[in-house]
């Protein structure tokens, strides 16, 4: 079967990503926390590829070592909500009744609220940095997977085959794992790829808004904030680090959609 | 004097408020054919659904003296009672193989006795075998099928748990003419030689008139008439029976 060029373009982004957030942190050329006051603010060169921030340490190894970090919390970040919401889409969608009803009920009510209010309001309660956007993905990001599964397997509980596999004696755990996971797990994996995009970017829009990972630990995000006042003098500053947001989200989304023709039925 | 094969007594179902079989009557020997006729609406594949234990009902449902009601924890019960329903794009699960469906099934209930793995593998090949595939539809999905070849394999299903009565919801409906009478002849054999119950579920009377031993006659929710084919076609009791056998379309012979 030919490979869609997206899957290809998307998978060797992400490959690269990943490369460089395992071996990156080995093979920076500079220590990423060194500061040289004297040597601040320089523009891209042979020996600083990115430049200098305000404190003069290496914006190339920053954002490298950054990568490892911010690809850490989203990919620990977007596991507990993957499984538990397929398990409850799941369970939800097959049994029906008031099970599914109160579900429902509770994914209408948490996607009532904007998104990004419910994790900042979380994250300065549980606590800023790694912890409290673990802790915050934890309580809402199960919702997406919980509402989309739900949906899928609703329908298809209502097909042939589902009553089939139950009267042929099967138990309802076998029809769920055996027969109609691997027809909404397609699903929820493009929604996985798509969901640890979002999760970067909440983490740099967190650590941009202070809540997120505390310095001097680099982190995409707080490069952008702290770089910011510089954009019009000194542009490489936020510049290059949010590159590294683009090519990863880009990255991701390649892949997600890629991934989304692949398991689409033949 | 115990008696064999599915009874049906009274059989009441309520879909949405609204009572679809009003206490329906109807019994079919093992190995016999009976045809389950009725316009569109009339309740047909509520009477399967009930039957097999996917919609509940009140009344009484015994299989060879038992009375299984809406009761269908056990797995054996289901197991003893196969539907073919009606549409055969949605009846195989579109991403398993039909070898991994069929000694699924093989495997949860033992089957053949005794036997392991290759047991159940020759098993599985003996049971395409019956319905007309070659083993090498085994390793296939069911997007590979045509609408006939499902029915098929979903008939194969069906027979692979050795089921004691067997609901055929219109098999044939959405296939083509020239395959109907295959599939057709395939549900009545096998029944008849496995000496398994069959209610066929058409609204066609041809149908009927090819392999069904009896008629019921189902209109809005009630049974009107219950009678041997021959009879049934030759001397209808009730007049809906009769504008039914009207209402046939003939294909005149030119002069």
Redesign the interface.
């Known amino acids: 079967m030919r490979r869609p060029p997206a899957l290809v373009a998307g998978a060797v982004m992400v490959g690269i990503v990943v490369a460089v957030a395992l071996l990156g942190p080995l093979v920076v050329p500079h220590d990423p926390f060194l500061q040289d006051l004297s040597g601040g603010l320089q523009p891209p060169s042979a020996t600083h590829w990115f430049g200098t921030d305000q404190l003069g340490r290496d914006i190339f190894s920053r954002v490298v070592v950054a990568t490892r970090t911010d690809l850490r919390i989203a990919v620990l970040a977007a596991t507990a909500p993957f499984v538990v919401g397929v398990g409850v889409g799941l369970v939800s969608g097959y049994a029906g009744g008031y099970l599914d009803w109160l579900v429902s009920r509770v994914v209408d009510t948490v996607i009532a609220f904007p998104f990004y209010v419910l994790v900042i309001a979380i994250v300065f309660a549980a606590g800023t940095g790694e912890r409290g956007i673990l802790i915050a993905y934890a309580i809402v990001g199960w919702i997406p997977y919980a509402r989309v599964i739900r949906a899928r397997t609703r329908a298809l509980t209502r097909?042939?085959?589902v009553?089939?596999?139950?009267?042929?004696?099967?138990?309802h755990p076998r029809v769920l794992v055996?027969?109609l996971l691997?027809?909404v797990i397609g699903q929820a994996v493009v929604l996985l790829m798509t969901e640890i995009l979002l999760i970067m970017v909440a983490v740099v829009t967190l650590g941009y808004l202070g809540l997120g990972v505390q310095p001097p630990t680099p982190d995409w995000g707080t490069m952008i904030s702290d770089g910011q006042p510089f954009l019009a003098t000194m542009w490489w500053i936020p510049t290059l680090p949010g590159l590294a947001v683009v090519f990863t989200g880009i990255g991701l989304s390649l892949l997600g959609d890629g991934l989304a023709d692949r398991w689409r039925?033949? | 004097m115990t008696e064999a094969g599915l009874v049906v007594e009274g059989l009441r179902v309520t879909l949405g408020g609204r009572e679809i079989l009003h206490g329906v009557d109807f019994a079919v020997a093992p190995g016999r054919v009976v045809g389950l006729v009725g316009e569109s609406g009339s309740g047909k594949t509520t009477i399967a659904r009930a039957v097999a234990g996917f919609v509940s009902s009140r009344g009484s449902i015994r299989l060879d003296g038992t009375e299984l009601g809406g009761d269908r924890r056990h797995r054996t019960v289901r197991r003893s009672i196969q539907l073919v329903p009606q549409d055969p794009y949605t009846t195989l699960n579109p991403r398993l193989r039909i070898g991994r469906v069929l000694e699924e099934l093989l495997g949860l209930h033992r089957l053949p006795p005794g036997g392991g793995r290759t047991a159940r593998r020759a098993r599985a090949v003996a049971l395409m075998e019956q319905v007309g595939l070659d083993a090498a539809a085994l390793q296939r999905r069911p997007s590979q099928f045509s609408g006939g070849q499902r029915q098929r394999v979903a008939l194969a299903r069906a027979l692979a748990v050795e089921p004691r009565v067997l609901l055929a919801d219109e098999p044939t409906s959405s296939l083509d003419v020239s395959v109907q009478r295959t599939v057709l002849d395939l549900v009545a054999g096998l029944s008849r030689d496995a000496g398994v119950a069959t209610l066929l579920i058409t609204h066609d009377l041809s149908v009927v008139h090819a392999v069904c031993d009896e008629v019921v006659v189902l209109r809005a929710g009630e049974v009107v008439e219950t009678a041997p084919a021959d009879r049934f076609f030759t001397a209808p009791a009730h007049p809906y029976s009769r504008r039914l056998l009207a209402a046939v379309p003939r294909l005149e012979a030119s002069p």
């Open positions: 097909q042939g085959w009553d089939a596999a139950r009267g042929g004696g099967l138990s055996v027969h691997p027809n039925l033949r």
